[in-house]
């Protein structure tokens, strides 16, 4: 790995200073398993959180206390014991959920094929009583059991204070007001999104709070875009791209996630797409920024991912497909993603092009035309089934609707055949559909760019609005309408529920919104 110093010193100095905010439990709940309910639980109230607070606790009790929101932050709480002195230590399990099922299943019964180490539990050790705990994680809850695994024959827990400080490095005094005449439900749409956003934002775009905690650059892109329109910080962003370009893997690619602790370091996984979208999130923070040195000192790093990108292309143009490489694009196991990174990689070219003209490099936008004019002109020739009238993957000729999604945000058809080719779709939709709000942002995208404004609204309608429905605090991670459970990992348990990729309401509502005329 090539690191450029200078770059993760600059990312290093724009480390932002949190925001704080203090919040309190509102209520004591309990899990009630209910297979009408999301993922077939729901949250019952069973008490004022005040009266918690004259409640005691023997060994085998527990409360669940809801704190009204989803939270990301530092807990602390305070104990006593009721009764004799304590002649034992008192031990304590908490568990925090984001959902109720995290709070309503049995961890250890997880079998899921992520680290179980994600999963939000303690068991805490107390030797002196009365005591204030302060917490050293970082958590990301909306519910908090405590259970007391046990304390004595003579003395009872009585918990006399919790309270968590939440932390955010978005400042949301700089969100503008809606457009008037928003919709209410759009409206609401949009304060889930926001909220999504703001608890990603920390000292870098995390993907989700909970799980990875971590600047992956997929979930980037997306966030910096929703950003522009609301935070509008451009610190940060900016940040996450001189991390990324600081610490390339050795062929020069960017990598697909960084860690920040103990110090930076990119991790050793490779993503074909997420790669090209540094060209694609520079643009944006240029477009949004007109920051024009920062454009200049990260514009090699950005043509070299292009670079790396039309190297897959073969000798008719077309992407490789082949089992050595992972491209993302959706957690979608039946997919076949060769048309999707054809597209992407046009799409990608299409924004490093502007991007060389700003940056003065005459050389790098005749060489970008070039390849951009081979791979669309592949696409339509080899990738394009002309009798069906849709775009096919890999050896199987896979009809999928991300293929037609990213083929269309490419600009590979003219608008009028792109909104066509979506009426087929819609007549006959094809049997790989979408798992993840990143995926469908970009399908909704896709309707936008197409002229299917209306469709577009109800799309974004129908699902994020399902996830309202379905008790969203903060929009999720996996979402699949018809299957509430799906998670790639193994257990919905380990599914994150406020994930970067899934703010975009906010960006869609505050760029396309307008009043019907
Ligand atoms: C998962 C996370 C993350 C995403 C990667 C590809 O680990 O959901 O957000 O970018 O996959």
Redo the contacts with the bound molecule.
């Keep these: 790995m090539q690191i450029q110093k200078a770059f993760v010193t600059k990312a290093e100095r724009l480390t932002p200073a949190l925001f704080e905010f203090e919040t309190l439990p509102t209520a004591a709940v309990e899990a009630i398993a209910d297979e009408q309910a999301f993922q077939g639980w729901r949250m019952k109230k069973t008490d004022d959180y005040e009266n918690v607070l004259h409640r005691s606790f023997g060994k085998g009790e527990s409360v669940t206390l809801d704190f009204g929101d989803h939270l990301v932050g530092y807990v602390s709480f305070a104990v006593e014991a009721v009764g004799s002195p304590p002649d034992a230590p008192l031990k304590l399990k908490l568990v925090f959920g984001e959902m109720p099922c995290e709070i309503g299943e049995n961890f250890a019964d997880y079998d899921g094929w992520l680290s179980s180490a994600w999963l939000q539990e303690e068991t805490i050790f107390i030797d002196v009583l009365p005591a204030v705990v302060r917490l050293p994680r970082r958590y990301c809850f909306r519910y908090l059991k405590a259970t007391v695994v046990d304390a004595s024959r003579k003395y009872k827990a009585r918990f006399t204070d919790f309270r968590c400080r939440t932390v955010t490095s978005a400042d949301v005094s700089n969100v503008p007001p809606l457009p008037d005449g928003v919709p209410e439900d759009l409206a609401a749409m949009d304060r889930v999104a926001i909220k999504t956003l703001r608890d990603c934002m920390q000292t870098v775009y995390e ?2 709070p909970k799980r ?1 905690r971590r600047l ?1 650059i ?2 980037l892109r997306l966030q910096a875009q929703a950003n522009y329109a609301t935070f509008r910080d451009r610190d940060v962003v900016k940040r996450c791209l001189y991390l990324f370009g600081g610490m390339p893997l050795e062929s020069g690619a960017v990598g ?2 960084v860690f920040e602790k103990p110090q930076p370091h990119v991790d050793d996984t490779w ?1 074909y797409d ?1 790669s090209l979208f540094f060209a694609a999130t520079l643009y944006d923070y240029y477009e949004a920024t007109g920051d024009k040195e920062t454009l200049e000192e990260l514009w090699p790093v950005a043509l070299r991912q292009l670079r790396l990108g039309a190297e897959r292309l073969d000798e008719r143009g077309v992407v490789k497909d082949d089992p050595s490489w992972w491209c ?1 694009i959706d ?1 979608q196991g039946d997919l076949n993603k060769q048309a999707s990174a054809q597209a992407v990689l046009i799409y990608c070219l299409k924004r490093g092009r502007a991007l060389a003209e700003a940056a003065g490099d005459a050389e790098a936008a005749a060489w970008i035309e070039g390849e951009t004019n081979r791979a669309a002109e592949a696409a339509l020739a080899h990738l394009w089934d002309a009798e069906r009238g849709v775009f096919v993957s890999g050896d199987a000729a896979q009809v999928s609707w991300a293929s037609q999604v990213w083929m269309t945000l490419a600009g590979v058809l003219e608008a009028p055949e792109a909104s066509a080719l979506f009426d087929r779709l819609h007549a006959n939709p094809p049997a790989i559909g979408m798992n993840t709000p990143y995926m469908f942002h970009h399908y909704v995208e896709a309707l936008f760019a197409c002229g299917q404004a209306e469709r577009a609204w109800e799309e974004l309608r129908a699902y994020w609005g399902e996830m309202l429905r379905d008790g969203a605090d903060t929009f999720w ?1 996996l979402y699949n309408p018809k299957d509430k459970r799906f998670s790639p990992y193994g257990s919905n348990l380990i599914n ?1 529920y406020c ?3 899934s703010c975009t309401p906010t960006y869609f509502i505050r760029k396309y919104w307008k009043p019907a005329a």
């Design positions: 993907d989700g990875d992956w997929g979930d697909a996630c993503l997420y993302f957690w991670e994150s994930h970067a990729w």
